[in-house]
Structure formats: C-alpha cells, structure tokens
C-alpha cells in the first residue's frame, strides 16, 4: 500500500467505513424487524459517533509541518455548526407544526 499523505487517507478510508456502518445499520433493521426490537435513535448516533471515532483513530497524517504554526479556525467552525444546526432546529419544528395541522 502506498504512503498516504494528508487528507487522502480520509478520501482512501470512508468509502469502507460507510460501507461499514451501512452493514450494520442494516443488520440491526432485519433484527429489529425479525424480533421487533424497539430501536432507538439514540443508538444510531452511537453506532454512527464509533464508527466515525474508529476512522479518525486509524488514520495517520504524513505532511511535512509547515515552518508557521498553524490552529484550527475554531470560531468560524462553531460558528457554521450553530448556524446549520439552528436552521436543521427550526425547520424540524416547523415541520412539526405544519405536519399536524
């Protein structure tokens, strides 16, 4: 296998881990269906945050550092999560509203 340098080791591992996490999202549903286990959400997003975790673990980064430090734009990060998240928020509950009416 060749070295993999920077972010290619994402691009050269997520397709298997969602390949993965595909897999066994669908052998919960056939046990879910078969033994009509009530599964909830919250599992999944468990399921989902190991697989994820799992990937970020194995991965290794082989970049030669950059003579500057460099950081995270972490404003700007949380800045985006909040704004998408409020939009995901508010259109579930209008979607709540709407849908009952």
């Given at each position: 296998?060749?070295?993999?340098?920077?972010?290619?080791?994402?691009?050269?591992?997520?397709?298997l881990t969602?390949?993965?996490?595909?897999?066994?999202?669908?052998?919960?549903?056939y046990v879910?269906?078969?033994?009509?286990?009530?599964?909830?959400?919250?599992?999944?997003?468990?399921?989902?945050?190991?697989?994820?975790?799992?990937?970020?673990?194995?991965?290794?980064?082989?970049?030669?550092?950059?003579?500057?430090?460099?950081?995270?734009?972490?404003?700007?990060?949380?800045?985006?999560?909040?704004?998408?998240?409020?939009?995901?928020?508010?259109?579930?509950?209008?979607?709540?509203?709407?849908?009952?009416?």
């Amino acid at each position: 296998m060749n070295y993999l340098i920077g972010l290619s080791v994402l691009d050269h591992w997520f397709p298997l881990t969602h390949f993965l996490l595909i897999s066994v999202l669908a052998a919960w549903f056939y046990v879910a269906l078969i033994w009509q286990f009530d599964f909830p959400p919250f599992m999944v997003l468990i399921i989902a945050i190991l697989n994820y975790g799992t990937i970020m673990t194995i991965s290794k980064d082989r970049v030669k550092p950059s003579p500057q430090p460099e950081s995270w734009k972490l404003a700007e990060i949380f800045t985006t999560g909040v704004i998408l998240g409020g939009h995901l928020a508010m259109m579930t509950v209008q979607d709540r509203l709407f849908s009952y009416k």
